[in-house]
Nanobody, 114 residues
Framework: QVQLVESGGGLVQPGGSLRLSCSAS???????MGWYRQGPGKQRELVADCTTGGTTNYADSVKDRFTVSRDNAKNTVYLQMNSLKPEDTAVYYC?????????WGQGTQVTVSS
């Protein structure tokens, strides 16, 4: 069973930046890894993800502000979040999936508020 452990959430002012990290307990080769979020009263949604080869995919709401990347040697995926807005406030979940395998982290809270 693969475990995903997130870190890096917290409270930040509007316009600020945060970097989330997610480390996997096993090899993530061939897994698509990325981030989802669930805001208050909202459904969980894709934020961004990345293939092993580095192909990325972003939600329209975060394009040009967020950057997803991964270190395959460390089985780690990152999310650099810049120009944060109050509407980015959510619990952010790390995800790794391939074929019928789909793993989730425990979530990390990101709060954007002045």
């Amino acid at each position: 069973q693969v475990q995903l452990v997130e870190s890096g959430g917290g409270l930040v002012q509007p316009g600020g930046s945060l970097r989330l990290s997610c480390s996997a307990s096993g090899s993530m080769f061939s897994f698509r890894m990325g981030w989802y979020r669930q805001g208050p009263g909202k459904q969980r949604e894709l934020v961004a993800d990345c293939t092993t080869g580095g192909t990325t995919n972003y939600a329209d709401s975060v394009k040009d502000r967020f950057t997803v990347s991964r270190d395959n040697a460390k089985n780690t995926v990152y999310l650099q979040m810049n120009s944060l807005k109050p509407e980015d406030t959510a619990v952010y979940y790390c995800n790794a999936r391939v074929s019928t395998y789909n793993y989730w982290g425990q979530g990390t809270q990101v709060t954007v508020s002045s």
